[in-house]
């Protein structure tokens, strides 16, 4: 019994917590079954042994694995797990069966896609975590979400449907269809990795997240920040790690978003650039493929969930207790909302990086690692970064949400609920980032659970040395004094109403419009064109018909006429079959 209790793979759980929560409709009782299912599936988790195949089966022909541990996967179902916790307790003042349900469902898709060891098993879980996600933005009700969703949708399903085809093309060239390390240069590769470019935002393939996540619901933002893209991250470290073209992908990653987020005006559509931001060192990590690169971007992906969370559930908070979330329509709150205002500090703290915060302990690692290797560019692209995140991210958010000028507004304080919530993940964020002088505590509890958590170098690494605080001191320091001398002669953009133009303009306006235009034209030849056509097909059937039915010109020769003419039918086919494929 206890071997088979072992064998089920901990995001089930939350899949069918979900699956209840949508025939259930007392409160209270979902409430019980989203804070119970993470810690049933965390129970799981620490309770399986590593390194093993311990749900495997043949469908078809194929092997599928539902369920397999090793160290990476072991640090994303974590980590995942224990947002699934944190978010679950930070809806605890809604009453909604749709959120419940779907959110626990995209959940529990998100954490077995992390433990499948074959890639039909992981289409079916990836497929999920999109059809499940995008009522969390479908329920915020608005037309402006209806149509963000619409286009999430048609994104993350095409990105399910490459990963597919691509996994197809991999078996028939190889007969294999486990996950693996794999290797850009044939098309079913370049499927998958496109595949999982979608989702991780890859430049081009980004425009999704800053459209939809701003537009889903309070809690459903908090929870799409924490699951997606790492999912994507995890499946990029499993297969492509150590391809050099993930090094520029992940350093254009990380330079872009911060030219958006400065001035943008909608803060959870800053803190989407952020997170765009924030991946690209991840990808960047996994480009470089060395084992402290990898263990960089596996703690630089579970640090990111847990100061992420705490941004977007700050921000959540006052955007539930204002109703919006627009920088030039708050400022001042931090008199009314104090608790708030110190967790969004940490949560900025966390994210730009400063030491004693646990991004501090986990950029150092990909930091040393890419510069370790020899890219200077993508290096000073990372630092650029840095600083940027900083500046709309550090600066710009708790600035311009809970200082700045004061908006007049003096909301009450975030429900008891979500400041627990956040309260957990901000002493997360703290905890790992403290020194080693905290035994049990702060990044050697971290580095201890890495993939690669034997690597000498990993063994060796210590974040709080004086070079590292002082070049990042420095970096602070210099970004802090910077946006104080734009704001003060004025030079800092200005927060204004608008609409940021990204690369998505190409579909939503061009495409749109080319869409529109041509509808418009149909309506006007359509009914023409469509009689020319009825015509020419009657009249082909009619002679069609006088020649080949019964009574028509072949059957009318007798059998040797007949004959004579199919054979040269037949004869002329094959003349032209062999003129085309000598």
Same mark, same amino acid.
């Given at each position: 019994m206890?071997g088979?209790?072992?064998?089920i793979?901990?995001?089930?759980?939350?899949? +069918?917590?979900g699956?209840?929560?949508a025939?259930?409709?007392?409160?209270?009782?979902r409430?019980?079954?989203?804070l119970?299912?993470?810690l049933?599936a965390?129970?799981?988790?620490?309770a399986?042994?590593?390194?093993?195949?311990?749900a495997?089966?043949?469908?078809l022909?194929?092997d599928m694995?539902l369920?397999?541990?090793?160290?990476?996967?072991?640090?994303?179902?974590?980590a995942?797990?224990?947002?699934?916790?944190?978010?679950?307790?930070y809806?605890?003042?809604?009453?909604?069966q749709?959120e419940d349900? &779907?959110?626990?469902?995209? &959940?529990?898709?998100?954490?077995?896609?992390?433990?499948?060891?074959d890639?039909?098993?992981?289409?079916v879980?990836?497929?999920?975590?999109a059809i499940?996600s995008?009522?969390?933005?479908?329920r915020?009700g608005? /037309?402006?979400?209806?149509?963000?969703?619409?286009?999430?949708?048609?994104?993350?399903?095409? /990105?399910?449907?490459?990963?597919?085809?691509?996994?197809?093309q991999?078996?028939?060239?190889?007969?294999?269809m486990?996950?693996?390390?794999?290797?850009?240069?044939?098309p079913?590769v370049?499927l998958v990795?496109?595949?999982?470019?979608?989702?991780a935002?890859?430049?081009f393939?980004?425009?999704?997240l800053?459209d939809a996540?701003?537009?889903a619901?309070?809690?459903? %933002?908090v929870i799409l920040?924490?699951? %997606?893209?790492?999912?994507a991250?995890?499946?990029?470290?499993? *297969?492509?790690a150590?391809?050099?073209?993930?090094?520029?992908?992940?350093?254009?990653?990380?330079?872009?978003?911060?030219?958006?987020?400065?001035?943008?005006n909608?803060?959870r559509?800053?803190?989407?650039?952020?997170l765009?931001n924030?991946?690209?060192?991840?990808?960047?990590?996994?480009? !470089?493929? *060395?084992?402290?690169?990898?263990?960089g971007?596996a703690?630089?992906?579970?640090?990111?969930?847990?100061?992420k969370s705490l941004?977007?559930?700050?921000?959540?908070a !006052?955007l539930?207790r204002?109703g919006?979330?627009?920088?030039?329509e708050?400022?001042?709150?931090?008199?009314t909302?104090?608790w708030?205002t110190?967790?969004?500090?940490v949560?900025?703290?966390?994210?730009?990086a400063?030491?004693?915060?646990?991004?501090?302990?986990?950029?150092?690692l990909t930091m040393s690692a890419?510069a370790g %290797?020899?890219? !200077?560019i993508?290096w000073l692209?990372l630092l650029?970064?840095?600083?940027?995140?900083?500046?709309?991210?550090?600066?710009?958010?708790?600035?311009f949400?809970?200082?700045g000028?004061d908006?007049?507004?003096?909301?009450k304080?975030a429900?008891f609920? &979500?400041?627990v919530? &956040?309260?957990?993940?901000?002493?997360?964020? !703290?905890?790992?980032? +403290?020194?080693?002088?905290?035994?049990g505590?702060?990044?050697?509890w971290?580095? /201890?659970?890495l993939?690669?958590?034997?690597d000498p170098? %990993?063994?060796r690494?210590?974040p709080?040395?004086?070079?590292?605080?002082?070049?990042?001191?420095q970096?602070?320091?210099?970004?802090?004094?910077?946006?104080?001398?734009?704001?003060?002669?004025?030079a800092?953009?200005p927060?204004?109403?608008?609409?940021?133009?990204?690369t998505?303009?190409?579909?939503?306006?061009a495409?749109?419009?080319?869409?529109?235009?041509?509808?418009?034209?149909?309506?006007?030849?359509?009914?023409?064109l469509?009689?020319?056509?009825?015509?020419?097909?009657?009249?082909s059937f009619?002679?069609?018909?006088?020649a080949?039915s019964?009574?028509?010109t072949?059957a009318?020769g007798?059998l040797?006429?007949?004959?004579?003419?199919?054979t040269?039918?037949?004869l002329?086919?094959?003349?032209?079959?062999?003129?085309?494929?000598?």
């Amino acid at each position: 019994m206890n071997g088979l209790i072992g064998a089920i793979n901990p995001g089930l759980v939350l899949i +069918l917590a979900g699956c209840l929560a949508a025939v259930i409709p007392v409160q209270r009782v979902r409430q019980g079954l989203a804070l119970a299912a993470p810690l049933i599936a965390a129970a799981l988790l620490l309770a399986a042994p590593r390194e093993t195949d311990l749900a495997s089966f043949g469908v078809l022909g194929f092997d599928m694995v539902l369920y397999r541990v090793d160290s990476l996967s072991f640090i994303f179902g974590l980590a995942f797990l224990i947002a699934a916790f944190i978010n679950a307790i930070y809806a605890l003042h809604q009453d909604s069966q749709l959120e419940d349900s &779907m959110g626990l469902s995209y &959940m529990g898709a998100a954490v077995a896609a992390a433990f499948c060891g074959d890639f039909i098993s992981l289409f079916v879980f990836w497929e999920l975590t999109a059809i499940t996600s995008v009522f969390l933005i479908f329920r915020s009700g608005t /037309s402006a979400a209806y149509k963000a969703g619409m286009r999430y949708l048609g994104l993350h399903v095409l /990105s399910g449907v490459l990963l597919l085809f691509g996994a197809m093309q991999i078996y028939f060239d190889t007969g294999d269809m486990s996950i693996r390390a794999l290797e850009l240069g044939n098309p079913g590769v370049l499927l998958v990795f496109l595949a999982f470019g979608i989702k991780a935002g890859f430049p081009f393939l980004h425009t999704w997240l800053a459209d939809a996540y701003p537009k889903a619901t309070v809690v459903g %933002t908090v929870i799409l920040s924490a699951f %997606t893209t790492k999912l994507a991250i995890y499946a990029l470290a499993r *297969t492509f790690a150590g391809e050099q073209s993930l090094i520029w992908i992940g350093a254009i990653m990380t330079v872009y978003p911060v030219f958006f987020a400065v001035v943008e005006n909608d803060l959870r559509k800053v803190l989407s650039f952020s997170l765009n931001n924030q991946l690209g060192f991840m990808v960047c990590a996994i480009g !470089v493929g *060395t084992p402290l690169a990898l263990n960089g971007a596996a703690a630089h992906a579970f640090c990111h969930i847990m100061y992420k969370s705490l941004l977007f559930m700050s921000v959540g908070a !006052v955007l539930y207790r204002t109703g919006t979330a627009k920088a030039t329509e708050l400022g001042g709150l931090f008199r009314t909302m104090p608790w708030t205002t110190v967790f969004c500090l940490v949560g900025a703290a966390s994210i730009s990086a400063f030491p004693l915060f646990s991004g501090f302990v986990s950029k150092s690692l990909t930091m040393s690692a890419v510069a370790g %290797t020899g890219f !200077v560019i993508p290096w000073l692209m990372l630092l650029f970064a840095s600083a940027g995140v900083l500046e709309h991210s550090g600066i710009k958010i708790p600035y311009f949400a809970f200082f700045g000028h004061d908006s007049g507004k003096r909301p009450k304080e975030a429900p008891f609920n &979500m400041l627990v919530a &956040m309260g957990l993940a901000a002493f997360i964020c !703290v905890a790992v980032g +403290l020194p080693a002088f905290f035994p049990g505590f702060g990044f050697n509890w971290l580095y /201890s659970i890495l993939p690669y958590a034997s690597d000498p170098y %990993t063994v060796r690494y210590e974040p709080y040395t004086g070079d590292h605080i002082l070049t990042q001191m420095q970096l602070l320091v210099l970004a802090v004094f910077a946006f104080a001398l734009l704001q003060r002669f004025g030079a800092y953009p200005p927060e204004k109403r608008g609409i940021i133009i990204d690369t998505d303009i190409i579909y939503r306006k061009a495409g749109y419009g080319l869409a529109v235009w041509a509808g418009k034209v149909w309506t006007k030849v359509g009914a023409g064109l469509t009689g020319v056509f009825g015509n020419v097909a009657s009249r082909s059937f009619s002679r069609l018909e006088a020649a080949f039915s019964p009574r028509g010109t072949l059957a009318s020769g007798g059998l040797y006429n007949g004959m004579a003419i199919w054979t040269a039918v037949l004869l002329g086919l094959a003349l032209l079959v062999a003129f085309f494929i000598r």
